[in-house]
């Protein structure tokens, strides 16, 4: 019993004493170690701060140049067909005969269609048969005429007599013209049995197929015929550009351009023939009117177009890329690289632009040197470094 007792004072001795708080101190300190690492690795070194701020940017320039830069005005437009025909029947009677293909050219005068001939042929000969019989009594009335005017010299006839016969004679005479308008009248008749083409162009599709019977009164006829060589195309332009297209329109004609929708063909040259005579008080645009020879048919009736009329080219203007234009709250600008390879915005005055290319009437000299690529890094006085440098027209040609 005593060694028991003697031993349990030596064993609590020898355990360790616990230190309150000791993990959580411990990670303090860990902490506090590896966010002073982390703001030691994020600092940049004064040497190296300074080369990322006086390192030059890179970026590509171009040279403000003359050139002559050609003034377009652009409009939305329609193909319309120089004429536009309806193809009827002259006549009431069947349709015996269809010389024509649907969609196909046809030229002027050519035959199309027949009407049974036969009921006009017969009007035809009945007025012939009037016109015989009358000459048959006008010439017996002129004989008759004679002898009465041969008795009557001879006093064996009274001159009243003789009067009668001369009002018959004019009476018959009368009546041989009214034939022979009778007689014209039957021919034109039979001849609206053969219709015919009354312009050259491409025919559409018929309405009226053969055996049916035809009447001049209907208005939707057999075919409809648009002619395509020469086309018109129609299209507007702002009213405020009205003033300009007259006075160039007198002194010289003006081209337009056809372009399809997304303007990436050219479908036609042609040049401009008609202004309308008024404005559109709705939308403030003018009409126009072009004519296109229209050779290789690449233009087509009622075809939505883009048209560019060409207004006049500006000589000698200095020109930049467009890329090189910057837009502000004080306007346009541009980045002007100096003789030091330094940047400065210069405020710049637009004019017309073509292709890719902007005139520019003041801000800019011949010579000077702008940036076209890399303007989102640059600032007051910043250097550059010119990694290419393009003329405008180098530009242009890349531009659509």
């Not at 036969?118 to 016109?131: D, E, G, N, T, V």
């Not at 018929?206 to 060589?229: C, F, H, K, S, Y």
Request: net charge positive; no cysteine; charged share 20%.
């Amino acid at each position: 019993m005593k060694r028991s007792t003697a031993s349990a004072p030596s064993n609590r001795a020898s355990r360790p004493i616990p230190i309150p708080g000791g993990r959580v101190g411990l990670s303090v300190v860990l902490l506090a170690l590896a966010i002073g690492a982390t703001l030691l690795l994020r600092t940049p070194q004064p040497s190296a701060q300074s080369a990322a701020v006086d390192r030059p940017v890179p970026v590509s320039v171009a040279t403000v140049q003359s050139s002559d830069l050609q003034v377009y005005l652009n409009g939305l437009g329609t193909v319309t067909p120089l004429n536009s025909v309806t193809v009827r029947s002259r006549v009431d009677g069947e349709l015996i005969a269809l010389h024509f293909a649907e969609g196909q050219m046809v030229r002027e005068g050519a035959l199309l269609a027949e009407i049974d001939p036969r009921p006009f042929q017969i009007q035809l000969q009945q007025a012939q048969a009037q016109l015989a019989r009358d000459q048959a009594l006008l010439a017996n009335a002129q004989q008759d005429l004679a002898r009465y005017e041969q008795l009557l010299k001879e006093d064996s006839i009274a001159q009243q007599q003789v009067s009668t016969q001369q009002a018959l004679v004019r009476q018959y005479q009368a009546a041989l013209q009214g034939d022979h308008a009778q007689l014209g009248n039957a021919r034109l008749q039979l001849d609206y049995t053969r219709i015919t083409a009354p312009i050259g162009g491409r025919i559409g599709l018929r309405t009226v197929d053969r055996g049916n019977l035809v009447r001049a009164a209907d208005p939707n006829g057999l075919a409809v015929i648009t002619q395509t060589q020469p086309i018109a195309i129609v299209f507007d332009i702002p009213e405020d550009d009205l003033s300009r297209v007259r006075e160039r329109l007198r002194k010289a004609s003006l081209p337009v351009t056809a372009f399809n929708r997304d303007q990436s063909t050219t479908l036609g040259q042609g040049q401009l023939t008609a202004i309308d005579n008024r404005i559109n008080a709705t939308t403030g645009m003018v009409r126009l009117k072009a004519q296109f020879p229209n050779r290789d048919e690449q233009l087509f009736p009622n075809q939505f177009v883009n048209a560019r009329l060409l207004l006049e080219v500006a000589r000698d203007s200095r020109v930049i890329p467009d890329a090189a234009i910057q837009r502000g709250a004080d306007g346009p600008y541009v980045w002007v690289v100096g003789p030091d390879q330094k940047v400065t915005a210069r405020p710049i005055q637009t004019a017309t632009r073509d292709r890719g290319l902007t005139a520019i009437t003041a801000g800019l000299q011949i010579g000077e040197r702008v940036v076209i690529d890399g303007t989102e890094r640059l600032a007051e006085g910043k250097a550059v470094e010119i990694v290419k440098k393009s003329q405008p027209a180098d530009e242009a040609s890349q531009s659509p």
